[in-house]
């Protein structure tokens, strides 16, 4: 289900303020897309979320060509297999954010890679170490540093998406390593809770690096009791 465009603006906007006014963004690091009925809204090329005019967004038909707005980010074609990958176990998927939160981008520069992307397999982020993180946002597949914007970036995104989507547990959410998250939902507030849940969860991470992650017997529960997607 995709956004009425006024309000996906305005939306956009306001995400993007909020984000940069808290330190999850900065400069003209990030970007924001919504998906719409004839296309998807997304941030400039090097704007700075904090200071978005939703005149100036960039719309893309659904195609992927530009119709208006300044010139599109550089990661557009991520979002869009996001969208394409994601709605297949979640329709209702409209949002897609990207920053380059600190703790983050930390957390990633400790953790040992793995090296079957190729076929959609990645190590997760982070483990489960809040009820919260696995409620809310789930199992997070950890992506092998590429530059931004390269066209490699979305197709490997979408094989980790689709391989957790046949393992049982959609995802919300991918880290490229040192450079950010990417996460999605139904609508730039829950898109942004995620985000803001992952952000706080490897800030744990780093101030606890030795904590215990919850067990089994309590990771079963949150599936019973929430529909956790772990």
């Given at each position: 289900?995709?956004?009425?465009?006024?309000?996906?603006?305005?939306?956009?906007?306001?995400?993007?303020?909020?984000l940069?006014?808290?330190?999850?963004?900065?400069?003209?690091?990030?970007?924001?897309?919504?998906?719409?009925?004839?296309?998807?809204?997304?941030?400039?090329?090097?704007?700075?979320?904090?200071?978005?005019?939703?005149?100036?967004?960039?719309?893309?038909?659904a195609?992927?060509?530009?119709?208006?707005?300044?010139?599109?980010?550089?990661t557009w074609r991520?979002?869009?297999?996001?969208?394409?990958?994601?709605?297949?176990?979640?329709?209702?998927?409209?949002?897609?954010?990207?920053?380059?939160?600190?703790?983050?981008?930390a957390?990633?520069?400790?953790?040992?890679?793995?090296?079957?992307?190729?076929q959609?397999?990645?190590?997760?982020?982070?483990?489960?170490?809040?009820?919260?993180?696995?409620?809310?946002?789930?199992?997070?597949?950890?992506?092998?540093?590429?530059?931004?914007?390269?066209?490699?970036?979305a197709?490997?995104?979408?094989?980790?998406?689709?391989?957790?989507?046949?393992?049982?547990?959609?995802?919300?959410?991918?880290?490229?390593?040192?450079?950010?998250?990417?996460?999605w939902?139904?609508?730039?507030?829950?898109?942004?809770?995620?985000?803001?849940?992952?952000e706080?969860?490897?800030?744990?991470?780093?101030?606890?690096?030795?904590?215990?992650?919850?067990?089994?017997?309590q990771?079963?529960?949150?599936?019973?009791?929430?529909a956790?997607r772990w």
């Amino acid at each position: 289900m995709s956004l009425n465009e006024a309000h996906a603006r305005e939306a956009i906007c306001a995400v993007g303020a909020s984000l940069f006014a808290r330190g999850y963004v900065h400069a003209t690091a990030g970007n924001i897309s919504v998906r719409v009925d004839d296309g998807i809204l997304i941030t400039p090329t090097d704007a700075c979320l904090g200071q978005l005019d939703p005149a100036r967004l960039a719309k893309l038909d659904a195609n992927g060509v530009q119709v208006s707005g300044d010139k599109a980010s550089k990661t557009w074609r991520l979002h869009q297999a996001i969208y394409q990958a994601a709605c297949v176990a979640d329709p209702q998927t409209a949002c897609v954010i990207h920053t380059h939160s600190r703790h983050c981008v930390a957390w990633s520069l400790r953790q040992p890679l793995a090296t079957q992307e190729g076929q959609g397999v990645a190590p997760d982020f982070l483990p489960p170490l809040t009820p919260y993180f696995v409620m809310k946002v789930g199992h997070v597949p950890h992506l092998s540093y590429q530059r931004p914007g390269d066209p490699v970036v979305a197709d490997r995104v979408a094989q980790a998406i689709a391989h957790h989507q046949r393992l049982g547990h959609p995802i919300r959410a991918v880290m490229l390593n040192r450079l950010g998250p990417n996460v999605w939902h139904a609508n730039p507030s829950l898109a942004m809770a995620v985000l803001e849940e992952l952000e706080e969860t490897a800030q744990l991470a780093l101030l606890q690096p030795e904590a215990m992650p919850l067990a089994e017997t309590q990771i079963q529960s949150l599936r019973e009791h929430f529909a956790a997607r772990w």
